[in-house]
């Protein structure tokens, strides 16, 4: 029987193809190292800033946030604060609005939803496969908080569920002072995900 052989052309766009797939993998993980920095170093830098901002308010020497200041409605892409969830390990820091630019490298503060602090509904989200990952693994009861210039803001979660993306429903005003939280779900699935994660926590009193 006769052996079958390569010809040298065919051989060579074998060559080329595999270099080629080689290098769209190298450019494909340079993209999303590049992309995975750009955050870090994002949220490391507007934490500090709003450290420093917080402890300039507590010593007594920013004017600009001193409680006397008036109340300032953030502009899009303005830092709002910082949420944390303790027991899950998740801190970040939060922006106004929640375009593709936005939530590459923070939170979102939905902008037709209430502000932390204010009466009402303070939509949240992220994305599932960066910053709101850890969701994956909140409970009832957890504890969420929502830093501002403005103070500190303390949750509860109440519940969480799945729910279709045009369920916008979750972020319309509630008779209480609410937070609700939003991510793609399924958490491992690849592509678009088909459905949100929706969590709700409630204020707790006094805070």
Same mark, same amino acid.
């Given at each position: ?66 409680? +006397? #200041?008036?109340?300032?409605? !953030? ?5 709002? /604060?910082?949420? *944390?969830?303790?027991?899950?390990? &998740? ?21 037709? +939803? #209430?502000?932390?602090?204010? !009466? ?5 989200? /992220?994305?599932? *496969?960066?910053?709101?990952?850890? &969701? ?72």
């Amino acid at each position: 029987m006769r052996s079958l052989s390569w010809s040298e052309p065919a051989r060579r766009t074998l060559r080329l193809a595999q270099h080629a797939l080689t290098m769209c993998g190298v450019l494909a993980l340079g993209y999303c190292l590049a992309v995975f920095l750009d955050a870090e170093f994002y949220q490391a830098g507007k934490a500090r800033d709003f450290a420093r901002e917080l402890h300039l308010k507590k010593a007594g020497t920013s004017t600009a946030s001193s409680s +006397t #200041a008036p109340f300032v409605v !953030p502009e899009l892409g303005d830092v709002v /604060g910082r949420l *944390d969830i303790a027991r899950i390990g &998740l801190s970040v820091m939060v922006v106004e609005g929640v375009e593709a630019g936005d939530l590459k490298r923070a939170a979102g503060h939905v902008p037709w +939803t #209430a502000l932390p602090g204010k !009466p009402g509904n303070v939509g949240i989200a /992220g994305h599932r *496969d960066t910053f709101f990952r850890p &969701l994956r693994s909140i409970e009832l009861n957890d504890t969420i908080t929502v830093s501002t210039l403005q103070g500190a803001y303390r949750y509860r979660v109440v519940s969480t569920k799945v729910v279709r993306p045009n369920d916008i429903q979750v972020l319309y005003p509630t008779g209480h002072d609410t937070l609700t939280l939003v991510t793609c779900f399924p958490f491992d699935y690849l592509g678009s995900a088909p459905k949100r994660f929706i969590v709700r926590a409630e204020r707790l009193p006094g805070v």
